[in-house]
């Protein structure tokens, strides 16, 4: 019997592992650097140990310094016997997976250096089956990413110019993508030259994360949400993104960053589209974006003065967190004495479409807070209380929905009842539903999710320029407003606290409160 | 909160008609304690009802830690049946407890013990007490008295059938027990085996290969298949029922005709001759293994070294050959055990296309807790169903009902 090669493989078919991961070449470039350390390679063991991936998969780390591919290969094993969730590593895995890790020496911004890299891929490609296909993952700088790419393109290596081989491309950057509007729209015109929009993988790690893929499924798998979920039964929605850390090592990205940029661009938005976009026509990673990029697109943009009302920064100052002294953000080694960079920021927001016009949707996000908590919050309309007059109906805590993305991960409704007995008592009760953390294995992380997504090929789970492109706009529109404000308009706070006293006014002016957490 | 209950007889007696009533004060009872101290009031949710049937109530006892580690990943109510036919008959016997564990585990247990003729009114008993509306899960712990009223009544309560044929002593007669009960219940209820979840890193490995077009035409032209697995010994005895479900995998995807497979017992071994989808033989060696290969001959596993730890169970995979060949052209793939039985490494070779070889941990891909894998599927698993019915053929059920051949 002959049968074409090209059928998809008989014995994959029904298996809980339908789709794989074709052999490929992973090349990271900066992979001696700290994100490539804690990260990158720990999840690429992990997923070795689990999936597993498939026996031809490489990894070729290439950075400035001279190393062996021996030197690169003990550093991997460092990273994950320091930061796997299934540390320390297992000899006998370790031992066949490593074959497959090179380093290469190379200059981001030498081109000859690529002609030699495009070589060493090229007879890695002969000797390990990986069929010219490769990942390149930029965990470097953000300024070299179009120099990278540029010369990646020039060497043959870019997706555009594959001189007629067989074999993909794919392209994976980190966050920040841009700093602004005009500098994102920059750097993908740069990206552009080398690669198309369908090869470009823009991470955002909150894509990864279990719970967060859980909002889709709670919405559209769920008969009973859909009918309410609009402007008609819900009363406004608060996301609140709360840290407990301060901003620790990456000072010199942050002072520059700020509170907004760092989370409320990319990962805030990213919960906000989960929570209000309508429902895809199916998964598919267009379908999906499509939907997400509605709803920013429906953000109704700032007016002049609006950014004093309706939004709020604040820095932490020096005090105590759990019993222990803490520096102010000013006092941390590295932040300028004067520093203008908020720790903290509040913002109030509308999404002018069908489902959502007049619902309010709070965002607030802050370092050294109260306690580290990811949360949506759905409140509902009051309904109206006159049949229960007297009873206390009135102060009663409307219906609230509460997505839980970390700790604790979990859905709570919260809802009124009778207190058992005679009078007409009524009170808030709290049904939780908590997913179950799996047994003695932590699950997967995001980087692990995100990384095998790509190597499948599949972008659902990354950032399509036009998203990042309308989560700059708001962005933006932010800071311009921020920058004709007076210094007194950065609200210090207590570390511990949740955030500046002005936060309450924000949204207490609407007769509304923030959540207690 | 603490581990308030891990014990069967940390449970509490209950009267059969109110089981439902007594297990609500018991949750808020919990929940009460835990006001007054101002916990977190404990959830009491269950994404389904997993129904455990055993022989003694000993056995009950060991399954509950068991069972509870299951809840971290779902939730449950638990009914563990102690039924044990040939014990005095003292009527059903029940208890019931709550209990919170590690991480956010939680769940309800419901215990049944019946001894004599009450064993057959357990259904009556057992199936009321199933959360309406969510998957059911029936697990039969040891060989199910087939053909019995019991067995086919718990069967039509429940949506999903567990068993384990690599704990059952007639292995042949079992599958083909299990296949029968699958095309008589398969409108309502979804049969499947833990033998057949606990070999799934195997068959992945195995289709990996086959991943690569290069590689591919392979698998369409298998000349041999050798399968070995671990043999046991006076204490726990031999199955090859792992064995021969990877081999009726194989063949079901593959349209191998089985018919004329019967087994020629070789030099410790089963020979089968079967046909491939154009008709040429493809030979199937299955072999009880009692030993590691290594260079220069084989190492015998020591009784001390399982008692170290060093262990695997009778009838677990030990390797996988298979060997095809293209215009004369031979590819060889191979999956075998390695030496501390906790890794299986991996060598291919084919002509004009390089396949690095590869170490697996096998426990990291699911090859130790495939229960927990059970309770996540919920429908039909047809790729097992085929399968299934190929291995009954293989090991002698009448291929004429079935229209396969
Ligand atoms: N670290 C994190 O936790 C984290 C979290 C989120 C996002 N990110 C993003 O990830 C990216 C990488 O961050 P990182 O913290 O890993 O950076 P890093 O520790 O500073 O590492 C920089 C890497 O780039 C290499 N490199 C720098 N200049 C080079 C040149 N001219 N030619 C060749 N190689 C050069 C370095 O190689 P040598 O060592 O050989 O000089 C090193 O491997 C950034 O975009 C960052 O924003 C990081």
Redesign the interface.
Known sequence: ?Q?P???P?????????AR?V??CIMVIFGATGDLTHRKLIPALYNLA????L???FTVVGVARRAFSDEQFRQQALESVNNFSR?SPA?P??W???S??FFYHQLQFDNPDDYQSLAERLKQLD????T?SNYIYYLATPPSFYPTIANNLSAGGLGGHNNSGEQGWSRIIVEKPFGHNLESALALNHELNKAFSEQQIYRIDHYLGKETVQNIMVLRFANGIFEPIWNRRYIDNVQITVAETLGVGGRVDYYEEAGALRDMVQNHMMQLLTLVAMEPPVNFDADAVRDEKVKVLRAITPYAEGEVASDTLRGQYGPGMIGGEKVLGYREEPGVKANSPTETYTALKLFIENWRWAGVPFYLRHGKRLTKRITEIAIQFNRPPYLLFQGTGADQMQPNVLSLRIQP?E?ISLLFDAKVPGQEMQLRSV??????????GVEPPEAYERLLLECMLGDSTLFTRIDETEYSWRLIDAIERGWAKMPASALHQYEPGTWGPKEAATLIERDGRTWRHL | MSETQTSFAGLRPVELDAVERELDHLWRDANLQIASTAGHAIARNSVLTLVTVTTTEAEAQQLQGLIHSLSAQHPSRAIVVAADASKADEGITGYIGTYTGQGNSYGEDIVLSAGGASVSHLPGVVLPLIVSGLPSFLWWTSEPPWGSELLEAMVDGCDRFIIDTSEMSNVAHSIRSLDDLMRRKSARCAISDISWTAQAPWRDIVAQFFDSVVVRPFIYNVERLTIEYAAGDEYMPSNSSQAYLFAGWLASRLGWHIRLAQPTPGDGSMQHTLHDASGRIVALEVNARYGIPQQGGLIQFEKEERDEGVFVRPGALMSIYIAARIDGQLGTFAVARERDLEHATTACQVPQASMPSQTIHLASVGETDPLAQQLGNLGHDSVYEEALAATALMMGASSSRRGIS
């Open positions: 019997m049968i090669a090209i059928a493989n008989p014995l994959r078919f029904g298996m809980r592992t794989n074709q052999p140990l689990e999936q597993p498939p026996p031809q299934r297992s006998a895995v031992e066949t997976f074959k497959g002969a000797e390990r089956g069929q604790n979990g709290n049904m939780d539903f908590l997913y179950g953390s799996s047994f």
